[in-house]
């Protein structure tokens, strides 16, 4: 008997804090080098709009770490299933940076944040095993695609992935990236069924690290007072939206094809919430791959301008919003193929197909 891997359900935790551009007015941005940038704050935040589009992001709670979120939206998913969470085979946590306290940069991943999911929902079967998936922005897809293989080989029946991450306190104030990062948490239940046409069907995952292990990376701040031993994340945007438009398109494709699709059979494509404009490229370089320029209007739904990037959150949080219809002209209806594709530090990118 051949299992299909569905989505059964969804969950997410958008965080109550919203931090608006204009909250970066009076910080004081240096170059990498730690000199200080020469331009206004305004010239410095409108740039960053026209290149990403986000008008605002989200913060995390003073009191809430990484593992809240994450147990935020796993309830959540819970709860619109009508699941018993005994019955979870696994629970994978992808995230990048552990529970990183309010004040601090420190990483607190011990135990797992999959653990402490798992103690917080008070599931009490030792056969759920609860491990973490550190994989870049990609971990949320990448995780999916471990679940999916766990439920064909048998081996499960009942998966959740989350994707949980506070971004907002590994970021450089003094960095002028730190606008575009958030916080955020995502969750899915995947269920291993055989009486359907739904649920994954193909994946496609790459690691690039001979010139580009190191675009995404972990640096002292650009403010030269900070400690050297106050580390932040970092990243060399020209080179990864370079990266990302030569090699993202190309696995998109190939996910298609592996899956006996064409891209006219895809009704949306959810990417990875990154930059808009660097997701707007991706999707016309990807739509040039079969010699088409009529992209269909809203293929590609969005949700950086006002929940920004919240790296492994982005996309499960921005499918729960789309099967809730919270996106208006964005719901997916039964029979609809999406694609999915995220792109990430290591650098890591992956694809995955699905019919609802």
């Not at 970092?234 to 298609?256: F, Q």
């Not at 919430?273 to 997701?279: E, G, L, S, V, Y």
Request: proline share 3%; net charge negative; hydrophobic share 40%.
């Amino acid at each position: 008997m051949s299992l299909t891997s569905v989505i059964v359900a969804t969950g997410k935790c958008i965080p109550s804090v919203v931090i608006k551009n204009s909250s970066f007015m009076n910080n004081q941005f240096h170059e990498k080098n730690g000199e200080r940038v020469e331009r206004s704050n305004e010239d410095i935040i409108n740039k960053l709009h026209d290149i990403t589009e986000i008008e605002e992001r989200r913060y995390a709670e003073p009191g809430q770490v990484s593992s809240n979120l994450a147990t935020i939206a796993a309830e959540e998913a819970l709860k619109s299933s009508g699941i018993d969470r005994e019955t979870l085979d696994y629970i994978i946590v992808a995230h990048n940076f552990g529970d990183v306290k309010s004040g601090s940069t420190r990483v607190d991943m011990v135990p797992t944040l999959g653990s402490r999911v798992k103690h917080a929902l008070g599931i009490k079967n030792a056969d759920c095993v609860a491990y973490d998936l550190p994989f870049g922005c990609p971990g949320w897809l990448q995780g999916m695609i471990q679940a999916n293989y766990f439920i064909r080989s048998g081996d499960a029946k009942r998966i959740m992935i989350i994707g949980s991450e506070i971004l907002s306190r590994v970021s450089d104030p003094h960095d002028r990236d730190c606008m575009i990062f958030a916080d955020g948490a995502g969750a899915v239940i995947l269920e291993g069924r055989s009486d359907t046409n739904s649920g994954i069907l193909s994946h496609k995952t790459q690691t690039h690290t001979a010139e580009e292990a190191y675009y995404l990376y972990a640096k002292r701040s650009s403010n030269p007072e900070y400690a050297e031993d106050d580390l932040f994340i970092k990243m060399d945007g020209r080179k990864i939206y370079e990266y990302a438009l030569s090699n993202v398109p190309v696995a998109i494709k190939a996910t298609i094809e592996k899956a006996g699709l064409d891209i006219s059979d895809i009704k949306k494509i959810v990417i990875h919430q990154a930059n808009a404009k660097m997701d707007e490229a991706i999707l016309r370089r990807l739509f040039k791959l079969y010699n088409r320029t009529d992209i269909p209007e809203g293929i590609m739904p969005m949700t950086i301008s006002r929940l920004g990037n919240s790296s492994v959150a982005t996309i499960p949080t921005l499918l729960d919003m789309m099967l809730k219809k919270e996106i208006p002209g964005q719901e997916i209806n039964k029979g609809d193929v999406v694609v999915f594709s995220s792109v990430g530090a290591g650098m890591n990118i992956n694809a995955m197909t699905y019919r609802f």
